[in-house]
């Protein structure tokens, strides 16, 4: 049973513009959500995170948006970079255990 | 401030041979201590979690085992490797009442 859920493996966007990578949730449990980059061979680094208590939370380029009664999160990119084309994890926890992750999509950005 | 390191980075073993991966973190006490496993083109798969010296709950049934000896200390195991064990092995740690969970640098696992 898939908790957190990445339903796009992939995204591509053109330098500059706006990346936006989704995330879909089922265990209304879940009191708080963070994303995560990952490039190959490498562990996962935190980015951002946001408490159940909140709807949005911005650091820097990177904004994510929470929508409890759809179960929906999203994290946007602006402006996208080159260098941030990695892997990003959507996750979730309880009380901060047991951290749940997606299936994570693999952002592009082009020059 | 805290640091987590896990080894060895990368290792090849054979079918039938046994497994161990050590993680340790520094700067914290008391931490909640996890590992995951990303098979290739997959998620993060938790296998394992401690919230304690000695006590380790499993996710999933499978070949491979954890123990956690020290209270900053973390390895896993496994008596006779698979080849469906190969992939990325992460360590993790989380220190309640924080929410965020930080990683190690990973270690790559071959079963040949």
């Known amino acids: 049973d898939q908790q957190v859920k990445q339903n796009s493996p992939s995204l591509s966007v053109q330098e500059g513009r706006i990346s936006i990578l989704n995330c879909d949730y089922t265990?209304?449990?879940?009191?708080?959500f963070l994303w995560y980059k990952k490039y190959p061979a490498e562990g996962p680094t935190f980015l951002i995170s946001i408490s159940s208590i909140k709807d949005k939370n911005e650091d820097g380029r990177f904004t994510v948006f929470l929508n409890k009664s759809a179960k929906h999160l999203s994290l946007h990119i602006v402006p996208s970079q080159p260098g941030d084309s990695a892997v990003y994890f959507c996750a979730a926890n309880t009380g901060g255990f047991k951290t749940i992750f997606g299936a994570g999509t693999r952002l592009f950005v082009k020059a | 401030s805290q640091t987590i390191h896990q080894w060895p980075a990368t290792l090849v073993q054979p079918v039938g041979s046994p497994l161990s991966l050590e993680c340790t973190v520094e700067?914290?006490?008391?931490?909640?201590l996890y590992w995951y496993r990303q098979a290739a083109g997959r998620g993060l798969q938790l296998l394992f979690y401690?919230?304690?010296?000695?006590?380790i709950s499993s996710e999933v049934p499978q070949n491979l085992s954890a123990s956690r000896p020290q209270d900053r200390q973390f390895i896993l195991s496994s008596k006779k490797l698979l080849l469906s064990d190969s992939g990325f092995y992460l360590c993790a740690w989380t220190r309640p009442p924080g929410n965020t969970i930080y990683f190690g640098e990973g270690s790559w696992l071959t079963v040949v």
């Open positions: 265990n209304s449990m879940f009191d708080y």
């Open positions: 401690s919230v304690g010296i000695g006590q």
């Open positions: 700067g914290t006490s008391n931490p909640n």
